[in-house]
């Protein structure tokens, strides 16, 4: 089970860390979804390896990383902008290869956490 917090209400500029508390060994994902939009990958950090990927919109701004004592995986978002208002998920797959950029591919999803950015 998949518990994804963190979200809340910023201005442009701001960070925010986002945590998802999934225990196992697990490949997890971030996704995000705007009102009327598709729900669109952002970040993703392999269990095997620990390679992590990012989409072109957040790469240099927002960093996927991996507490395994704690269970948890994070994503730490900065230098927040308006277009990266959306409901967060996080995502988890035991799949050993696989596209972590769709979200197909994820079996396990958690609840959404908003993320709101004003300008």
């Known amino acids: 089970q998949l518990q994804a917090s963190g979200g809340g209400l910023v201005q442009a500029g701001d960070s925010l860390r986002l945590s998802c508390a999934a225990s196992g060994s697990l490949s997890v994902g971030w996704f995000r979804q705007a009102p009327g939009k598709e729900r669109d990958f952002v970040a993703a950090n392999s269990w095997y390896g620990g390679k992590t990927y990012y989409a072109n919109s957040v790469k240099g701004r927002f960093t996927i990383s991996r507490d395994n004592a704690k269970n948890t995986v994070y994503l730490q978002m900065n230098s927040l902008k308006p277009e990266d208002t959306a409901v967060y998920y996080c995502?988890?797959?035991?799949?050993?290869?696989?596209?972590?950029?769709?979200?197909?591919?994820?079996?396990?999803w958690g609840q959404g956490t908003q993320v709101t950015v004003s300008s």
């Open positions: 995502a988890a797959s035991r799949s050993a290869s696989g596209s972590y950029y769709s979200p197909t591919w994820y079996r396990y």
